[in-house]
């Protein structure tokens, strides 16, 4: 693990608030994508198991997900539908759209230039010694 050189206004280290605070707010979408390639699922599913992928910080607090959700859906990403259950009320079911497919793997593609550029910053870093 890195070491906390520095400290954020939180007292927090650099690197603790970067994993925890840097890149989570973009990547509920291509999260919420994936789980939706997995099969329908109401919003509740979803932010059960969007903390079981692997990407830094916190589980995005459910707020978030449903606004993601709303946002994807206009989008024309997802979809949904009201679904009735025997017990309880009816819950909303997403599902993924074609376009939705094509909007992961643009993210995918983003993903592999950012690591791509991110190990080539680390091999100028390890030479330098920093």
Known sequence: MASNRGKTESGMGDYEWFVREGPRKRFIEPRVLYLLTLGP???YRIIDAIGNLPFPGPK???AAVYRALRELEQSGFIRSRWEGGEKGPAKRVYT????GRKRLSLWV???KERVKLLEAFIRLCEKRKT
């Open 60 to 62: 995005p607090d459910s």
């Open 96 to 99: 993924i759209t074609p376009a």
């Open 109 to 111: 593609d983003s993903f």
């Open 41 to 43: 699922a109401h919003g």
